[in-house]
């Protein structure tokens, strides 16, 4: 009888932190939603305001110009780091809403391209995009080899801006990009130049991208 008490008290026990810990998992993906929902309306809210900027620009003017600028830059910036917070959660996160916010994120992301390719032939500024397209449902190791090598453009050329797309996603503009460039493997990336768009379709070291990609 003894013995049958222990087992009891050690299943309620076992039951309790299960219970508990289900319910501190849970509040913990919460907050972690919350805070990339919060990130990606922000996001969205500082797109609009480049869009609303763009139909006050006229062909170079300076003062709508550098304020777009300005926008487009710190987009880039909150697009990184939510890129980061969502590749953290990818592998712990058991939420529907994380793949909602997931394509969210991508399609803000194709909007701050097409703001971006607006704002150079608007404004005549001198940056270069690079798409880079990379398999996100499955280990690819060459696709993480080649982010950390744009990782390093990036932080070695002001004027470079990459855009980031996971080809095996199913969102028509993703297809309409890769149709576009004619990509069809992963890795792959496109420096989108005013000539010629270059197409690699292997990994490429940072000394080859910046050679070719006008790097300041």
Known sequence: MVKSDIFIKAGLITAVLLALSLVVGSYVEGM??????????????????????????????????????????????????????????????????????????FLSNARLLSFTKQFMKKCGNEETIILFFYTSEKECPECYAQGRILDEVRRRCTNVKVFSFPVDVDMSVIKSFMAYYGVKNSPSIVIDTKGQDIVLDKVTGADEIVAMSGCK
């Open 32 to 105: 972690a939603y919350s805070k990339m929902n919060n990130a990606l309306l922000k996001i969205n809210e500082d797109n609009e305001a480049v869009l609303i900027m763009q139909s006050y620009a006229e062909e170079n003017d300076t003062r709508i110009c550098d304020m777009m600028k300005q926008h487009i830059d710190a987009i880039n910036g909150e697009i990184y780091i939510l890129r980061d917070e969502l590749e953290m959660q990818k592998s712990t996160s058991v939420l529907e809403n994380y793949e909602n916010v997931r394509r969210q994120y």
